[in-house]
């Protein structure tokens, strides 16, 4: 696997293109910015980009509006997106056009090789991965009137780890279930969220999709902020 590194920070960029490389993953460049970020995918074609969500010029989103543009020019392209925030709406934002082969953990798993070279091998792989942090986070503001609500507290239980990007093996371990069970469950998902039958992969990342947009939405009266610029979320 080859993958280029944006971070502001050149210790950040260093520190992960060695701890990749010790895990059999090259970095062919790295960028402190999005035009640099932009440059080292079109000269090298990497299989996924490592991108900071903060960035120059304005420290705001610079880092899912990179990922829009990298949509467009290399829609092949996996993109993780790193952040120190638990931010339910970026992870949505990130999603909402292109649900597959994206990715959003929060910085502090840098610190874990296994955890970081995982969820690369899982987006290249066109899954969806999001930091169980940022879940959490979204249940915690989740709304009654959510269209969650159809789901049971099992079926919920099994989209919640979808989200985090288990696979149908990690569910069934998680759970202590067998695999016909949790086949069962996800078939379930599928027909009360309304996902439109096609692959089975891209089914699970809309259904991720469905679970973040609805968990994110604000209540009645209310609108939702879509992160960009220097907002902060609280």
Known sequence: MRVVIADDQLLIREGLTRM??????EVPASAGD????????????????IVDIRMPPEFGSEG??????????????????????????????LLADSPGRRGYLLKERIFHADQLVSALYRITAGQTVVDPAVIDAAMRTATTSSRLSGLSARELEVL??????????????????????VASHIRHIFTKLAIP???HDNRR?????VYLNDLTAP??????AFPSGN???P
Do not use: K, M, N
């Open 64 to 93: 899912l509006r990179a990922a829009e543009r990298l949509q467009v020019s290399h829609p092949a392209l996996a993109v993780l997106i790193l952040s120190q925030y638990a931010e339910p709406s970026f992870a949505a934002a």
């Open 34 to 49: 999005v035009s640099g970020l932009l440059d080292a995918v079109d000269a090298h074609h990497p299989d996924a980009a």
């Open 20 to 25: 990749l490389a010790g895990c059999g993953i």
């Open 219 to 224: 209540p009645p009266g209310r609108t939702a």
């Open 231 to 233: 907002t902060t979320p």
């Open 197 to 199: 039958g096609s692959d």
């Open 160 to 181: 919640h780890l979808l989200a985090q990007g288990l696979t149908d093996r990690g569910i069934c371990d998680r759970l202590v279930l067998s695999s016909r069970t």
């Open 205 to 209: 990342v809309h259904a991720v999709l």
